[in-house]
Nanobody
Framework: QVQLVESGGGLVQAGGSLRLSCAAS????????MHWFRQAPGKEREFVAA????????RYADSVKGRFTISRDNAKNTVYLQMNSLKPKDTAVYYC????????????????WGKGTLVTVSQ
């Protein structure tokens, strides 16, 4: 069992930066591929970024490539999402998710979810 708690969301102006954190509990955290998804108002939840259990492999949605960076610290049971050059279209609730095994990009492949943290990017 893995429990996930996101933090770091907030209000930021366009062009600014935020770093989201996802703290995980559970002895086998380091065995899970970790993911970030987001859901904008009135839209479906979408994949943002993922990192393998070792941190050696990452994947990003085209919409955030070059602006967002995912990383993890297995000693701290935490995964991060550094978001730079934020745009109003990045406004969404950001969710942390985990699955055992390789990276995936669909929400249906995730096993554990956090409750989300809201990111609002103003003009």
């Amino acid at each position: 069992q893995v429990q996930l708690v996101e933090s770091g969301g907030g209000l930021v102006q366009a062009g600014g930066s935020l770093r989201l954190s996802c703290a995980a509990s559970g002895r086998t955290y380091s065995s899970y591929a970790m993911h970030w998804f987001r859901q904008a108002p009135g839209k479906e939840r979408e994949f943002v970024a993922a990192i393998s259990w070792s941190g050696g492999s990452t994947r990003y949605a085209d919409s955030v490539k070059g602006r967002f960076t995912i990383s993890r610290d297995n000693a701290k049971n935490t995964v991060y999402l550094q978001m730079n050059s934020l745009k109003p279209k990045d406004t969404a609730v950001y969710y942390c998710a985990a699955r055992y095994g390789p990276i995936a990009t669909t929400e249906y492949d995730m096993v554990y979810w956090g409750k989300g943290t809201l990111v609002t990017v103003s003009q």
